[in-house]
């Protein structure tokens, strides 16, 4: 092998690592990126279905609760409470750009609440 064939055999073995190194990382920051909006359209669902578990307490504890809007350490709550007997919940989480919708139908019959159907609203 000649004096300059070297050098330029290891600024190409470089080169090529540099590259693969970067394609590495910004798979990974993708990655990372992508992770990270599952968690916080997870978060959001979950945060709307706990708006309405609290409208179903808050509808066995009073019959005329027609729903509120909730701030919490992660987003917001909007509760709607609609209909007289079914009645319709609709509890509306939203964090950054997320938003997602729980709706619950509840028959308040005989002074006993019984979920009827419990869904998601895309």
């Not at 309405?52 to 919490?72: C, P, Q």
């Not at 909007?78 to 919940?89: A, D, E, F, Q």
Request: net charge neutral; proline share 1%.
């Amino acid at each position: 092998m000649k004096k300059g064939q070297t050098i330029i055999l290891l600024l190409f073995f470089v080169f090529i690592a540099i590259i693969i190194t970067t394609a590495a990382i910004i798979t990974m920051s993708v990655n990372i990126r992508a992770t990270d909006k599952v968690q916080q359209g997870t978060s959001t669902y979950d945060l709307a279905e706990s708006g309405a578990e609290n409208a179903i307490i808050k509808l066995l504890r009073d019959n005329n609760y027609s729903g509120e809007t909730m701030n919490v350490t992660q987003g917001s709550i909007r509760i709607s409470v609609s209909g007289t007997n079914p009645k319709l919940i609709r509890s509306t989480a939203e964090i950054g750009n997320f938003i997602r919708t729980i709706e619950v139908t509840v028959d308040t019959s005989n002074n006993v609440l019984t979920v009827l159907s419990w869904k998601e609203n895309i």
